[in-house]
């Protein structure tokens, strides 16, 4: 992992984490614990914080009131956030219990209840240019969920007219290839 600055808390999560009886791999560049191949958490750093994340933590009971939602926008994930190893000490009783009710969601097979698509704010100048290109309207359809969700909250979070007009503009032929935002 590349943040040194948090390397004692990590290393402290990441034994707790084992301890869980998870399996320790690297996805994304970051300690990820699975049971039998399902991600249940994962431990990443920022500038100002250490967390686990946990991939279906809106599931979880959160009794201590301690998971945080990263945006308005994430459905699924919550975290557990740490400034110090101090609160890493502190918390270990409870991140044990919330990874063990992590472990006891999977293996309960429940899954988040996610937004469909159509659910998703549809800022009107990307409205106009689909009913405007009947091709734009043919390839954003033939684009996966997930990637037309990207393009929604992408052009809806802008606050002025103006710049989702723009970023409207400036995807216009990615979509037409086919492509996500990221790609």
Known sequence: MRHTRWEEEIRRLRAIALACDLTEELKWGCPCYTLDGRNIVLIHAFKEYCALLFFKGALLKDSR????????????ARQIRF??????????RAVRAYIL???????AGLKVALKKTAEFSMPEEFAAKLRELPALKEAFRALTPGRQRGYLLHFSSAKQAATRTARVAKCLQRILNGRGLDD
């Open 83 to 92: 400034t110090s190893l101090r609160e890493v000490v502190q918390l270990e």
């Open 65 to 76: 009131g301690i998971l945080v939602r990263q945006t308005q926008n994430v459905q699924a």
């Open 101 to 107: 009710d992590a472990v006891a969601v999977e293996k």
